[in-house]
């Protein structure tokens, strides 16, 4: 683990840098891939304005969500709620909130809803290699004690290395979301990336250390997570019905 990164007499918070590092590149990716795309109904402006409202309610939501789960790091110091840092952020939530952000944010614009969550689908793949990078130099969103050998010493126990697995689910989300070109009706992208996105949660919560628990083992992520595999799976099914619908009798002649 790594929490600051030392250049002279300066200490950099890691977790921060890596997270503002990850967000540029997603923004790069998703201005790169839909100046290649060449789609004249969505502008390359509107998706760095929707990203940047998105972002700010993101850190705002992120801040909110770390103060209610650990209230006792902001009694001493209150000010320290608002300030701009990258530390004591819940990356993972702040997340959930830039998305439902840029949902609204879609259908007040009138952008083409599913073709531009399409073209932000590459972006988010590559936010979830930062998250759980971010949080490996920080040492936070920890795993859950194991004896496993490839346990990591953290915490004063060995654990779980709760965060390379997130990161190697990233990377296939990354692979998955990936545009090969071939047409696919609008929106398939992005929902099977949401549907991927909470199977792979569900089954990483099971080792995490910090998880928060409604009652018993019941953890509040792999609840989220079933929800939205559920709605993804169901609005793709409908998709495939609609395509088919309206697909002419001899079109897989």
């Known amino acids: ?19 503002l590092l990850g967000l540029w590149l997603a923004l790069s ?7 290649r795309a060449k789609n004249p109904a969505i502008r390359a402006e ?10 700010i309610v993101g850190l705002i939501g992120a801040r909110l ?9 902001f009694i001493d110091q209150p000010l320290a709620l608002i300030l701009p840092t990258g530390q004591m952020l819940d990356a993972e939530t702040g997340l959930l909130f830039g998305i439902l952000t840029a949902l609204i944010y879609i259908q007040r614009k009138g952008l083409p809803f599913w073709a531009t969550l399409d073209s932000l689908t590459p972006g988010l793949a590559l936010l979830a290699i930062a998250i759980p990078l971010a949080d490996l130099a920080a040492g936070t969103a920890y795993g859950a004690p194991t004896t ?18 997130a990161l190697l689910a990233g990377v296939v989300l990354l692979v998955v979301s990936w545009p090969r070109g071939t047409s696919a009706p609008d929106g398939r992208r992005f929902l ?18 910090d998880s928060i628990l409604l009652t018993g083992s019941i953890r509040l992520w792999q609840v989220l997570a079933w929800l939205g595999m559920l709605a993804s799976l169901w609005l793709l099914e409908q998709k495939r019905r609609s395509t088919d619908a309206i697909r002419p009798p001899d079109a897989g002649r």
Not at 148 to 163: E, K, T, V
Request: net charge positive; glycine share 6%; charged share 10%.
């Open 1 to 19: 683990m790594f929490p600051l990164i030392k250049i002279g007499p300066l200490s950099i918070p890691s977790r921060g840098l890596i997270l």
């Open 29 to 35: 990716l998703c201005d790169h891939l839909l100046k």
């Open 46 to 55: 509107a998706i760095f304005n929707l990203a940047t409202i998105a972002l």
């Open 65 to 73: 969500a770390y103060a209610a789960r650990h209230p006792g790091a």
């Open 148 to 165: 496993l050998p490839w346990g990591i010493w953290l915490w004063n126990d060995f654990r779980h290395p709760s965060q390379v697995y």
């Open 192 to 209: 099977t990336f949401a549907a991927l996105s909470c199977a792979l949660r569900l089954i990483l919560e099971t080792w995490r250390g």
